[in-house]
């Protein structure tokens, strides 16, 4: 995946919101680093029950001086109880977090001691055996923190315990010189130490460590499908949810080393010996690693910068992630995973071109954008091929000269590489691997996010957030006062989704409502994606079943194209 595709994914994690609380009524629980005292918060819905909630629990040690850059530790025991009561500071990242969105943020506090967890329970009975569902933030794993999505009203209604986390991000989290100085992928090892965490302190907040799912969208739901294929992620997890991302998202960094050179140079540390540049980069402050890797990523700038990504190395990835599927060395775990049906709509575009949306797209201009995608991409390639492929499936042939409907199919084809494509082809991997999948396309927008933007936006990239965890039964709070709108569609579809979501984590099956909450919902009935049978769920107000996601569309990138770019390797030997 091209470099600067990844900055496209930190659009739709970011949001900072805020709950009811109340002081009166925590709980102190055991862990195995200590006691925790936390909080209640409570739904508007169900204002009578209590959501027990402990926030910032150190889940391994601080990952600082000579931990620098290297695999997570088990966290430092502490003597009496921690107040749990509020969020522990953010993992090291620039500033543009604060900067993009309108919500109140719990704080704005960063610091590489930042590897700590938050849970919301119904309960803390040891004996409750709960579902446990634990997501995975997104960003571009350059960007976000854990507890921003609330989750009260999932809890609430669901009867599950949500983990939030956070792990290291951007060069802290990524950076890799190939070797052992620097393996790299240490974020990812991160949330492989706070699921053996849950795997060991769970149950003492209701939770049932044999029932964990964990789930993320866009960078999140990348996580998700590393932590699938990863030797590291093997029982400690038995389902798994990806949204708007798989490890099929974001491709391998076959030359970390060289990124690694890149950020060195910009912090003065000019080293070729891996050894040295890494002892270099742990003598820098926070602050110096964090905008030298900014500077690199060129944020802001219109130009595709250079990003940290997940590497191999013998631990975490031995192998490419289609690779690790071929073997069948895949996790045997049940997989619900799927996109928007918008995902390249509205908010992505506009973050490259300010007045994109107002004029359309002519067809030079559409041409030359798939040049440079196809040129990213595949460098080095012979695109002329590709892009006639491309533009035969891409083409509007109702108004193929009218600029509204050019953009349109612009915007699919850049979705379709970013998000559909991949998703589609990991659900197939996955499915031929024997184990249980579930594939669906969200097809409504809450009214919060559509307003203001086109009419002909449908659900964008990361429009699924707020239904899913539940902001519409919360009071989101705005940094300019007041709170976020909700209309009572958008209650119903949260409702539905959050029974999908919490049905598949007790049962491994989206509609089976077996030990759900007697006020769920009933929910349409979601078939089994096959092989042979790629049924998917189009979830909206009124959510039904189809087959096959855009067949001719996601035929051109995971059949077509590779063996064009193929034959196109063959021709330059």
Known sequence: MASGTMFLMLL???????????????????????????????IKDLPDKPIYTFLGIPYAAPPV?????RAPQPAVPWE????????????????????????????????????TLNIETPTVEKDAELPVMLWIHGGGLSMGFGYVVPFAAMVAQQDVVVVTINYRLGALGFLSTGDENAPGNVGFMDQVQAMAWVQENIRNFGGDPDRVTIFGESAGGLSVGYQVVSPLGKGLFRRAISQSGTSF???VEEKPLELAAILADEVGCESKDTAILVHCLRQKTTEEVVQGAER??????????????????????????KDLYSRGQANDVDYLLGVNNNEFGFVMPSMMSANFGQKGMTEDTFILELEQLIERIYPGTKKDSIIAAARKVYRDHDNPDDPIAVQHQYTLFAGDQLFVA????????????????????VHYAPSSHAAGRPKWVRCDHGDDLPSMSGWPFLDIHLAAGGVLPFSSEDRQFSRDIMTYWANFARTGDPSDPTGGPAGSPAVPEWPQYTPGNPTYMKLGLTSSSDVGLYPERMALWNDVIPKLVASSDKEEL
């Not at 970011?14 to 918060?41: F, H, K, N, Y």
């Not at 001086?65 to 850059?69: A, H, I, K, S």
């Not at 109880?81 to 993009?100: E, N, V």
């Not at 991949?422 to 594939?439: D, F, N, Q, R, W």
Request: proline fraction near 8%; aromatic fraction near 14%.
């Open 296 to 321: 690199m990523m060129k944020l802001g700038s219109g130009e595709w910068g250079k990003y940290f990504a997940p590497v191999f190395n013998e631990d975490f990835l031995p192998e490419h992630p």
């Open 12 to 42: 739709a994690c970011l949001w900072a919101t805020a709950a009811a609380e109340s002081g009166d009524g925590g709980r102190t629980v055991p862990t195995t680093g200590g006691d925790v005292r936390g909080t209640v918060q409570y």
């Open 65 to 69: 001086g000579n931990l620098r850059f």
């Open 249 to 251: 998202t974001m491709e």
């Open 422 to 441: 991949p998703t589609v082809e990991t659900a197939g991997k996955h499915a031929e691997s024997g184990s249980k999948v579930y594939l669906y396309e």
């Open 80 to 115: 009496g109880a921690i107040d749990a009561t509020k969020p522990g500071p953010y993992c090291p990242q620039g500033p543009l977090i604060f900067q993009l969105f309108p919500f109140k943020f719990h704080h704005y506090d960063f610091d590489e001691d930042c590897l």
